[in-house]
């Protein structure tokens, strides 16, 4: 097949993302497939070729990429573009795209799962893998994301919505209700997310999170451990416990253990009954929000032996080393079979969600001429 694995951006993910996206399209060319890496915000603007010979690039465009110790220079990345236009999308993305049989999408973050890139692709009539716009764009959102979960009866912590400015920090800082967690709306990696211990904490990390944006969720913090369950072609996987260090930020995050990563433990050491608990939830969730394929929820277990959801990622990490592929090798799956299972799964799901699309225009087309002609 001719895959596009679609990565990089301009999100404060776009390190994670790099790595994700070369890892899935080196996977797909060592079983077979012609993939190529394409860098959403840069595009081809580096190759002089043809399009349709960039499917042969012998080493399909991936470089060599690893997640650094620092979230990304946004601004930075972007002034480095060649290519000079407001768009979010590089040279030739939509076209090269439009040659693939499908695009594999290795984003994570604004652009990749929020249903942007999903609509832009929608719009064009080519297939791409995970969930769709709107499912995507409301799982992004934490605000619309516990919404749901309300709805559907999923255990979640106290929370609410805010929009602030710099004006609103003192009086926050002193009234919202302690100990809690402050993450904005859109964010991920851990980037735009603090959990303050003290009042004086609390009035530092809303100052800090207005970087990110002024509309966030504050939740309440819940003291447990910290679980994560992928959902993948329509069941839960083995739960993994994450096992922090001290502090939980982007590098406790994506680097090894002992660079002061957090410890990984798959599966999870929990009861049988724990493990019923969260994957009931991670799959009414995933069924919820309308998702396909796979996503990954995320939990603390609170010394009760509660479950408590947080939020769920639709794009999750997909390096080598990264939860679901964690998850999925304890099915006996390799890492190369996930990707090419991903994309086969996703082509199934583009061809049925355009099968429900056309019998939702010709029931609404017989609506219209049944209400025509009871008013003639």
Known sequence: MKIVVLGGGIST????????GTSVCKALRERGHKAIFVDMFFGLEDYEGS????????????????????????????????????????????EICALADCVFLGLH????????????????????????????AMAMDKAVAKRIMESTGIRTPKWQELRYTEADISHLAETLPMPCVVKVVDGGSSIGVSIPDTREELRGALTEILKYGNRVVVEEKIVGRELTVPVFDGRALSAIEIVPPDKFDYVAKY?????????????????????????????????????????RSDFILDREGRAWCLEVNTLPGMTPASLIPKAAKLEGMSYGELCEKIIELSLEARKSSSCRSKRENHRAVARSEKIIELSL
């Open 13 to 20: 993910e776009r390190h994670v993302s790099l790595v994700s």
């Open 255 to 295: 680097q090894a253990a002992s660079a002061g990563g957090a410890q990984e433990i798959c599966p999870a050491p929990i009861t049988e009954e724990e493990y019923a608990q969260i994957a009931d939830m991670a799959l009414r969730f995933h069924n919820a929000l309308g998702l396909s394929v796979y996503s």
């Open 51 to 94: 399009l349709e010979d960039a499917f042969d690039a012998p080493d399909g465009f991936c470089g060599s990429v690893a997640i650094e110790t620092q979230a990304p220079d946004i601004k930075a990345v972007i002034a480095s573009r060649k290519y000079k236009s407001p768009s979010r999308l590089g040279k030739n993305v939509l």
């Open 109 to 136: 973050g604004a652009d990749g799962e929020d249903g942007k890139i999903q609509a832009a692709l929608d719009l064009l009539g080519i297939p791409y893998t995970g969930s769709d716009c709107l499912g995507s």
